[in-house]
């Protein structure tokens, strides 16, 4: 037990700081590890070992809606740097503990391109493959290489190629049973030092013409995405959420020329499988819950995806304004709306 305090632990200790909901719940026991062989000794102890696991990183993708019985794991794998270059393409290996805005900001100031539309995500490294995380026609299956993982049922590391994530929307094999006992510790991206920049996001190039800016750079995309997300996105340091609570929908091509037949202001997209992805924030302002509040628990007057906590609302009272939300939505569109982030 002697090299335990190493880990941080903590028990009986309040969540609030560390979801950006800013949720009260609880944990029975919180540990931080910042290596491998911390983790291992921790997860030893028969105190620990058996407990139900949290993997908890920034806190912005979950919502909390009781106290979890169990042990929160707080990853605090760090590092950042370059590992490979070959021509024009360069390997960055990132722990899974560290900001991911810290790793656009830091990747900019190496010269490199690819996350520039990723910029202000909040959330750490970690949770980047696991929520396949995705902006401004950008998503990270696009630039991951490989995603270190540890397996704490057989205490073994190794690395899963692209191909094995098995990334999709808001998807990847890390939300899947099989990684029950997977812990990502850092991963492995592929960026370049020749731009390549997409700007054909809605609004994106609109951004950059008010900025004066005809020529873009890498940095002025992720300045101009910056200031884009800022606008249209409640902060999550001045009120509770945690950014787009719904996926959009995904449907067949025949439902989606169904719906906007009957509305015809629906916004949809295709999607590379041949399907139909529709505006999940029209449907819900279309519903009538933009700006909607309830007690504490309201939906963003800035964008209808965000449900957010204007003080105390507790993540059941938010869970049951975003239930309210899939059933109108439900019933008027017949669309199934998908939490994105993780309700416990």
């Known amino acids: 037990m002697s090299s335990l305090p190493a ?42 070992a058996n407990l139900p696991r949290l993997i908890l990183g920034g806190g912005s993708n979950i919502l909390f809606t009781r106290d979890f019985d169990g042990l929160v794991l707080l990853p605090e794998f760090r590092g950042m740097a370059i590992t490979h270059e070959s021509g024009d393409l360069v390997h960055v290996r990132a722990g899974a503990g560290e900001s991911w805005d810290a790793l656009v900001r830091w990747s900019l100031a190496q010269g490199l391109c690819g996350l520039e539309n990723l910029a202000l995500i909040p959330g750490h490294v970690g949770a980047a493959p696991i929520q396949n995380i995705g902006a401004y026609g950008i998503e990270f299956a696009e630039v991951c290489a490989a995603v270190e993982i540890h397996d704490v049922a057989i205490g073994t590391t190794r690395w899963l190629s692209r191909e094995q994530c098995g990334f999709g929307y808001r998807h990847s094999i890390f939300k899947m049973p099989e990684a029950a006992n997977w812990i990502v510790t850092a991963v492995d991206i592929l960026l370049t030092r020749q731009a390549q920049l997409r700007l054909d996001y809605a609004g994106l190039r609109e951004q950059l013409q008010a900025q004066n800016i005809d020529t873009p750079t890498a940095a002025d995309v992720a300045d101009a ?56 924030a029209w449907l819900i302002e279309s519903c009538g819950f933009k700006g909607l509040r309830d007690g504490d628990a309201g939906v963003s007057s800035q964008h209808a995806l965000v449900l957010v906590n204007h003080g105390a609302a507790s993540g059941a009272q938010l869970w049951a304004l975003a239930q309210r939300i899939q059933a109108s939505v439900r019933q008027h569109y017949d669309v199934l709306l998908l939490p994105e982030p993780m309700v416990i």
Do not use: E
């Open 7 to 48: 880990c941080g632990l903590q028990y009986d200790v309040s969540l609030k700081a560390r979801n950006t909901f800013g949720v009260d719940a609880r944990a029975a026991v919180l540990a931080r590890v910042a290596d491998i062989g911390a983790l291992q000794t921790l997860l030893a102890q028969k105190q620990f």
């Open 225 to 280: 995405v910056t200031q884009l997300r800022l606008r249209k996105l409640p902060n999550p340091a001045l009120i509770g959420n945690a950014g787009s609570f719904f996926k959009n929908p995904i449907v067949m091509n025949t439902v989606a020329k169904q719906l906007q037949l009957k509305h015809p202001t629906l916004p949809t997209w295709p999607t590379p499988d041949g399907l139909s992805k529709l505006s999940a």
